[in-house]
């Protein structure tokens, strides 16, 4: 009998999850980067520039970027890098890929792309300076495998950096329960023509699991000196560590 996982509210066959959540970026792929800065009033750039900042890279690093979407934070690590460096783009949506590529592309930077699934990492043991993930790990059916994953494929003293929403102040939970359940598919119908989508993004981020739980699922995939970071009230957390 197989096991069973969650796809935003629903219970999914965890064989099925990964195709459901192509479907939706599939879905999404052409005004994926326009509906990012409405639904975050632009707040994920800086997010994604703290996340830089936080990573400790520096001219020569290898950087991996898991499900790296339509590139924002590959290209800003490439920046970082230089043509000493290598930054690698994967994701397991072709769409994705092949947008956030092309945009890469435009801006001059030639990174390799690679379609793959975040648990089934195509790479040798020890290959990056830094792993990276933004927004990625909560559409991942096995979390803890993918963690694994990224942690085997980082050199001692490497880093992994996972950007994700998280756990807002309580305080602000009403507020963002009405935005997250109202406002966010209709926007998501108004400029993507695809509420479901954004209605799937809000389940998907609270079935994600908090702050702490997160911190502790990283340990015990073997890294060290874990610690997280809440932006703007824990709507967004960045959690770091460390391959020994």
Known sequence: ????????????????????????????????????????AGLHR?????TLMMS?????????????????????????VGPLGRVVMTDINEA????????TLNQGFITPNVLCDAEKLPFNDASFDCVSIAFGL???????????????????????????????WKPLQPAYD????????????????D???YRYLAESIRMHPDQDTLKGTMEAAGLQRVQYFNLTAG??????????
């Not at 509210?9 to 965890?14: F, G």
């Not at 400790?56 to 970082?80: I, K, M």
């Not at 559409?139 to 990224?150: F, I």
Request: a positive charge.
């Open 235 to 244: 709507v967004v957390a960045l959690h770091r560590g460390y391959r020994a």
């Open 46 to 50: 800086l997010w994604k520039r703290f």
């Open 178 to 193: 009405l935005y997250s359940f109202q406002v966010l598919p209709r926007l998501g119908k108004i400029v993507t023509d």
């Open 138 to 168: 909560r559409n991942v059916t096995r979390k803890e495998v993918a963690l694994q994953e990224m942690h085997r494929v980082l050199r001692p003293g490497g880093r992994l950096l996972v950007l994700e929403f998280s756990r807002v």
């Open 56 to 80: 400790d890279t520096r001219e020569g690093d290898h950087v991996l970027d898991v499900a790296s979407g339509t590139g924002d934070l590959a290209r800003l690590f490439a920046q970082r």
């Open 1 to 40: 009998m197989s096991k069973s996982t969650h796809f935003g509210y629903q219970n999914v066959a965890e064989e099925d999850k990964a195709g459901r959540v192509r479907q939706v970026f599939d879905s999404v792929a052409d005004r994926y980067d326009v509906m990012n800065d409405l639904m975050s």
């Open 96 to 103: 994705m890929l092949r947008r956030g590529r092309d945009r």
């Open 195 to 197: 509420a479901d989508s």
